[in-house]
């Protein structure tokens, strides 16, 4: 008697019931409608959120990143004109060093080149100078002698004595 009670129980529970399979889908839709007005709708609506944030989270991502890369390029533009004005900044420099240089140079040779000219000039006044002295000596010396030999009027030996005696008076006045 257990066993044919365990069959009939076994047998009503996978034999088909038209009453308990109505009641069922009823139930099925009542709680499907009750879960469409009340988890559903607001699970959709958090859901619909959750995603608008996220998407919303993407587009600032994508919006900073283009931003970014905007500033990146504008820093490397702006390090480029700040290299290519270094670079001629130092280049002006250079040019400007080097005509300095040779300006200096230039005046320097200028200027040595007039001393030098003043020193000849000097040199050769002085020299001008001293052979007019010395012209102006021996000119004197010659007009001594020939006096000498004028008054004299002498003969060949007093003559030679007086022009010895004027070649040692020259001698003796240039030490």
């Known amino acids: 008697m257990l066993t044919s009670g365990i069959i009939l129980l076994a047998g009503s529970l996978l034999s088909p019931n038209p009453g308990l399979i109505f009641w069922t889908a009823i139930t099925f839709v009542i709680v499907l409608l009750i879960l469409k007005?009340?988890?559903?709708?607001?699970?959709?609506?958090?859901?619909?959120?959750?995603?608008?944030?996220?998407?919303?989270?993407?587009?600032?991502?994508?919006?900073?990143?283009?931003?970014?890369?905007?500033?990146?390029?504008?820093?490397?533009?702006?390090?480029?004109?700040?290299?290519?004005e270094s670079d001629r900044i130092i280049r002006e420099g250079k040019d400007y060093s080097d005509k300095l240089r040779s300006d200096i140079t230039e005046k320097a040779q200028s200027e040595a080149k007039k001393m030098i000219a003043l020193a000849k000039d000097e040199i050769e006044q002085e020299k001008r100078r001293a052979l007019d002295v010395l012209r102006n000596e021996v000119a004197d010396l010659a007009i001594k002698g020939a006096e000498k030999i004028i008054k004299a009027n002498l003969d060949a030996d007093t003559q030679k004595k007086?022009?010895?005696?004027?070649?040692?008076?020259?001698?003796?006045?240039?030490?």
């Open 37 to 84: 007005k009340i988890a559903w709708g607001p699970i959709i609506g958090a859901l619909e959120e959750r995603e608008k944030g996220i998407q919303s989270s993407i587009d600032r991502a994508h919006s900073a990143k283009d931003e970014s890369e905007a500033i990146l390029r504008k820093n490397k533009e702006l390090l480029a004109k700040a290299d290519a």
């Open 162 to 175: 007086i022009v010895d005696s004027m070649i040692q008076d020259l001698s003796t006045k240039r030490n």
